[in-house]
């Protein structure tokens, strides 16, 4: 069983900062995916950034240079810092994580989600 908790939401300034985190925890033998997505009303879930376990890491267009991914492998743990924001920026972050577990069968899950609002 693994679980995916996100935190760190929040209602923020233009211009403002927040820092997400997500913590997958559980029988995991490996992760080999760690991404952010968000969802807007009325909007699809899209790509904001994502990271291997290799620390490669790629990122939607509409938010390179403001938001930076990092993780921390031995914690399981991703984060996405997110600077300048922007009111398009408001909407719900999901976490995505893909590995294997201990049994050695793939998992790919989806955190609760956590709201972010910037105000203008």
């Known amino acids: 069983q693994v679980q995916v908790v996100e935190s760190g939401g929040g209602l923020v300034q233009a211009g403002g900062s927040l820092r997400l985190s997500c913590v997958a925890s559980g029988s995991i033998f490996s992760l080999n995916y760690m991404g952010w997505y968000r969802q807007a009303p009325g909007k699809e879930r899209e790509l904001v950034a994502a990271?291997?376990?290799?620390?490669?890491?790629n990122y939607a267009d509409s938010v390179k240079g403001r938001f930076t991914i990092s993780r921390d492998n031995a914690k399981n743990t991703v984060y996405l810092q997110m600077n300048s924001l922007k009111p398009e920026d408001t909407a719900v972050y999901y976490c995505?994580?893909?590995?294997?577990?201990?049994?050695?069968?793939?998992?790919?899950?989806w955190g609760q989600g956590t709201q972010v609002t910037v105000s203008s």
């Open positions: 990271i291997t376990s290799g620390g490669s890491g």
């Open positions: 995505n994580a893909r590995g294997v577990l201990g049994d050695r069968r793939g998992f790919n899950l």
